[in-house]
């Protein structure tokens, strides 16, 4: 089959998405089976809007700082596609000669991709469709891990050290919300540069676990009496027992997008709410002190600071050049996945799986990454992740033994 090639991004960006829209380029431009690349921008709003740019016609230096960029600069929508639009890109795709069609995003982009899959066969229009995947989540069922968590972890593990820091210093409680809508890997990345048990985040709290707002309370004064002071990590969407995102138990019903998505993080809403909690708490257990309380949340420089892990950028690349050698080697589709080898050195092979495997379904941080409390991270997650954040500048530490007065 010969054509055309329409790539595109969708979702929320990562620190390396640019990379694998880069090496789909690498891996077709030299193709006598593909003629023009096109970028659409916006994701499938591009396509319907026939918003294109040649990625063909890129000089390689651009290319090569797009590859080293964060952000997406094919820019991105969060739309789902309907019957309707189905039509429209099918006639797009028929009149750009488009045969080859690759969305690089997360769990939103692979069910797109299979609706767009569907209805292009329903209609008896052949294209090769492939899914590549990316997302700080780290929620891509059948990955080991995904392209853009590696960054977005390396940023985490970093602002909690910096501010568990700051916190020495003065003491107090600090809350720091991650994103992580159904899974908890961006927020456990936190705990990485912890090397002793007096080192922050304290606490960690994932949506994998339920997390009630009393018991809440007495882990945090208990870690404050232990200490002096409190740092704690919150994903975005952890859960009451019930099954109500805590957010929403503490201030009614929000937000929601085209997927039925919840807005979580983007006000500071959990932060703000959980300090309020604490601050009540504080004032009952501890009349008579001056409590210090700061929230925040982290929001989009965990997808967007320009600090990207070397291995994370080489895996976001290497699964757009592994679709575009997947498009070219004969009558199939698919979503691109990432298996870790069981070796002594950390290395990792590409596979191509079935869209339907993949397409709307969540995978969430294992349970032997999670401590039995449900309030930490453990050692199997730490080493899980290292690879994948790069080197990391150690904690500073200087000998505590005091002089004696004169």
């Not at 919300?177 to 985040?201: E, Y």
């Not at 691109?336 to 799986?353: I, W």
């Not at 309030?375 to 992740?385: K, L, P, S």
Request: hydrophobic residues 40%; negative net charge.
């Amino acid at each position: 089959m010969k054509g055309n090639a329409v790539v595109f991004t969708q979702g929320g960006p990562t620190p390396v998405i640019n990379a694998s829209w880069v090496g789909i380029v690498h891996g077709l431009r030299e193709s006598t089976q593909v003629g023009r690349i096109i970028g659409a921008l916006h994701g499938i709003d591009g396509i319907l809007e026939q918003d294109f740019v040649d990625l063909k016609a890129q000089p390689a230096e651009t290319l090569e700082a797009c590859a080293n960029s964060p952000a997406s600069v094919l820019l991105s929508t969060r739309r789902k596609p309907d019957a309707e639009d189905n039509m429209r890109m099918l006639d797009v795709f028929r009149r750009h000669e488009i045969r080859f069609v690759f969305g690089i995003g997360g769990n939103d982009t692979s069910e797109t991709l299979e609706i767009i899959n569907k209805a292009a066969k329903d209609a008896d229009y052949e294209i090769r469709v492939f899914h590549v995947p990316k997302t700080i989540d780290c929620d891509l069922v059948l990955n080991d891990h995904t392209p853009g968590y590696g960054s977005a972890a390396r940023f985490v593990a970093r602002a909690f050290m910096g501010v568990d820091l700051d916190n020495a210093c003065f003491g107090g409680i600090y809350v720091g919300v991650c994103m992580g809508r159904h899974a908890g890997f961006l927020t456990a990345a936190s705990a990485i540069c912890r090397s002793k048990p007096s080192d922050g985040p304290h606490l960690v709290y994932v949506p994998e676990r339920p997390i009630e707002i009393n018991s809440f309370l007495e882990e945090v004064c208990s870690v404050y009496e232990r200490y002096g002071r409190c740092v704690i990590a919150v994903s975005e969407g952890v859960e009451t027992s019930e099954g109500m995102i805590l957010l929403e138990s503490l201030r009614g019903e929000l937000e929601r997008d085209t997927h039925g998505n919840v807005q979580l993080s983007g006000t500071g809403a959990l932060a703000d709410a959980l300090i309020e909690r604490i601050r009540e708490r504080m004032a009952q257990t501890y009349p008579d002190e001056s409590f210090r309380g700061r929230g925040d949340t982290l929001g989009y420089p965990q997808r967007s600071y320009p600090d990207q892990s070397e291995i994370d950028r080489s895996e976001a690349y290497g699964a757009g050049r592994f679709a575009a050698q997947m498009a070219l080697a004969g009558n199939i589709d698919g979503s691109v996945t990432l298996k870790r080898e069981d070796t002594a050195d950390y290395r990792v092979r590409f596979e191509l799986v079935e869209l339907s495997l993949v397409a709307g379904k969540t995978r969430t941080l294992p349970d032997e990454f999670i401590n039995s409390a449900g309030n930490n991270v453990t050692r199997a997650f730490i080493d899980w992740a290292m690879p994948l954040v790069g080197e990391m500048t150690p904690r500073p530490r200087i000998e505590m033994q005091k002089m004696a007065p004169k």
